[in-house]
């Protein structure tokens, strides 16, 4: 089993910025991915960044050059600079363990519970 303890969600006037931090504890495999999703107020979940054990990152469109995701071990840091109102959004940590069965890969997803990120205008 997986834990993942999110931290620094707030509130902050657009134009600042905020870090998200996870920790993830448990049974980590050595190729996994580490990210965050967010979902808005009355709309889907979507991927924010993401960043794997081998360093492959990736970023919504959206985000690309205001946020940076970052990993030290089980630790998965997002640094959020020039928020904007349409930053808003629970953001959730995700942990992807992933193993090799063969030609396939098989994952495992574990989920944090969530951390409100509030920005006003």
């Known amino acids: 089993q997986v834990h993942l303890r999110e931290s620094g969600g707030g509130l902050v006037q657009a134009g600042g910025s905020l870090r998200l931090s996870c920790v993830a504890s448990g049974s980590i495999f050595s190729m996994n991915v580490m990210g965050w999703y967010r979902q808005p107020p009355g709309k889907q979940r979507e991927l924010v960044a993401d960043?794997?054990?081998?360093?492959t990152s990736t970023y919504a469109d959206s985000v690309k050059g205001r946020f940076t995701i970052s990993r030290d071990k089980n630790t998965v840091n997002l640094q959020m600079n020039s928020l904007k109102p349409e930053d808003t959004a629970v953001y959730f940590c995700?942990?992807?363990?992933?193993?090799?069965?063969?030609?396939?890969?098989?994952?495992?997803?574990?989920w944090g519970q969530g951390t409100q990120v509030t920005v006003s205008s």
């Open positions: 960043l794997s054990s081998g360093g």
């Open positions: 995700k942990l992807v363990n992933v193993i090799r069965n063969g030609l396939i890969n098989q994952q495992y997803d574990y």
